[in-house]
Nanobody
Framework: QVQLVESGGGLVQAGASLILSCVAS????????MGWFRQAPGKGREFIAT????????YYSDSVKGRATISRLNAKNMVYLQMDSLNPEDTAVYYC??????????????????WGQGIQVTVSS
């Protein structure tokens, strides 16, 4: 089992930047790809970004491309999501996720085995 805990959320103003962090614990000896998703009120869970184990392959959703950067520090079991130019439409609960299998369906929630509890990000206009 892998446990994931997100941090860094909160209330920010439109135009600001934010860095979300996710720390993994438990069975972290495997080579996990990591992803970030978000869920706004009344909507489904949306893929934002993913990064492979080595950190050299990343994918982003169109909704955040150019404004988001995913990165990881394996030595500390950490993954990060930096979001720039935030707007109210970015308001959501943000989730960190892990999967031992990095495939073509990296955007699919079903591809991920482990999830954090989520952290709220609220962007005020």
């Amino acid at each position: 089992q892998v446990q994931l805990v997100e941090s860094g959320g909160g209330l920010v103003q439109a135009g600001a930047s934010l860095i979300l962090s996710c720390v993994a614990s438990g069975r972290t000896s495997g080579t996990y790809a990591m992803g970030w998703f978000r869920q706004a009120p009344g909507k489904g869970r949306e893929f934002i970004a993913t990064i492979n184990w080595r950190g050299n392959i990343t994918y982003y959703s169109d909704s955040v491309k150019g404004r988001a950067t995913i990165s990881r520090l394996n030595a500390k079991n950490m993954v990060y999501l930096q979001m720039d130019s935030l707007n109210p439409e970015d308001t959501a609960v943000y989730y960190c996720a892990a999967t031992p299998y990095y495939g073509a369906r990296y955007y699919d929630t079903n591809s991920y085995d482990y999830w954090g509890q989520g952290i709220q990000v609220t962007v005020s206009s």
